[in-house]
Structure formats: C-alpha cells, structure tokens
C-alpha cells in the first residue's frame, strides 16, 4: 500500500530544506574537488623554491586539503616527507594560555585546532584551553597533586567525624548535606514526605539505620516518633535518637515545594 503524501505546510518545510541540505552537500564536494586541483596545480609555480615555500605554507596554514595533493603538487611526490624536511615546529602566533609563548604546532590535526581557535578571537578562549607540552605536564601535576590533597581532606575529615558523638555529629555540614538529598529524594519520588514506616506526616525526623567502621553513619530514614521509638526498643537504629534528628516542618515543606515547582515547570 503506497503512503500518501499529507497536505501540511510544515510537512513541506522539512523537504524543502532537505533540498538544500542535499544541494550543499553536492556543492561541499565540488568545493572539495577544486581544492585538490588547485593544491595539485602548486607544480604549475615555475620557480622551485617559491614552489616548495607555498607548498609548506599550504600543508600548515590549509589543514583541511588532503596533504598528498600538496605533497604531490609541491614536489611530484604524494608523501609530504619530502616537503616538511626543511621545516620544523610552526607557530601561527597563537600563545600558550598559561607560560604566554608561541605554541608550537606539530602536527596538522593540531594546526587545525590552534587556527579555528585563533579565529574565534582570544577573549573566547577558555583559561588553558591551548597550552604547550611543557605547560601541559606542568598542569597534569597540579591536577594530580589537588587530587591528592582533596584526598588528604577528605581523610582527615572522616576522622574527625569518627572522634563525634551521635549529638554532635547531627550539627555537622555532612549530616544536613545527607539529610537534604534523602528529603529530595523522597518528595521527588512520592510527592510528599512522611514517615517510611507507618506513613504520618508529623513530627518526623532523620535518622540512622547504621553506623560505619570509622564512626561515620549511614543509611539515613525518615520516621516519626513513633516508629522511631519502636526501632529503637528493637535495636535497629543507631545513634542515641536527639533533637538534632527533628526537622522543622517550614523545612519539609520548602523541599515539597521546591519539587512541586520543578514538576510543574
């Protein structure tokens, strides 16, 4: 059964630009075949050293052209071997975002890189963006030596964390931080928040079923007081249950409304 064209303006936008998408990609590979010819027609330049000047130039500056039709338009020979012996690194004036020197280029892919960012202008380059080998190890060691440092931290936090009491260690940045994505979770999953066991939506309070090795705890639930007393008579809570587990219900109901808004958006 043949599929029957509906009558819809929109439906007949989308084909019209499919038409030019088609028309631009026959016009790019016509372009891309004039490129090669007129990187081939190098060995029309009579002068040998302004020959093999241009054809440098050309395999550097003009990244996109095929580097055997300069190759071969330069010298006769598809390989660039010949052509980039007299050369060495280039630099197209660009400058290392970190030490200020000219980067030097080393290969076409990186050429092709260093110009589309020289054209964007050098206010759009982002804080070392474009950097120099030396730059780049340099920075790979500060990366790695941060890394360690944040690692350093977060150990000896988790050691003085360890050294709290369960009442003190309900004041800590870490607890409200725990606190806060397990309400977020909550309301984005249900929609409201309330006790997990028994349902009731007052007088609720964040709690722990568990306590780690290094005396942090874990595994936060959200209880009233009735249900918290029930697990605490069972054993199955850890941590003397304080005020600091209460939460205000203004709190509660800030986190229901941020996600009622976010649904609603």
Partial sequence: MAIKRPEAPQLDAIFATVDKIHRAEKRLAALRQQVVQEARALAEIPDKRLRIEAGFYAYWFAPDVPATDIAIGSTGKPH????????????????????????????????????????????????????????????????????????DAWDARQRELAKL?????????????????????????????????????????????????????????????SCRDALVAGGKLAGPPCEGNLILPELLASFLEAVRAELSY
């Fill in 80 to 151: 660039p071997g010949k052509l980039l012996k007299l050369a060495g690194p280039v630099s197209v004036g660009v400058p290392c975002n970190r030490c200020g020197e000219d980067l030097p280029i080393r290969s076409r892919s990186h050429m092709k890189e260093v110009l589309e960012q020289a054209r964007s202008g050098p206010s759009s380059l982002p804080r070392y963006r474009l950097v120099c080998i030396p730059c780049q190890n340099a920075l790979q060691e500060e990366a790695l030596n941060d890394r360690m440092a944040e690692c």
């Fill in 165 to 225: 009491s369960y009442a003190e260690f309900l004041q800590t940045p870490e607890f409200e931080e725990t606190r806060d994505l397990h309400l977020w979770w909550l309301a984005d999953r249900t929609h409201a928040l309330e006790c997990e066991t028994c349902n009731a939506d007052t007088s609720l309070g964040m709690y722990h079923k568990s306590a780690g090795d290094e005396g942090g705890f874990s595994d936060t639930i959200l209880l009233c007081t």
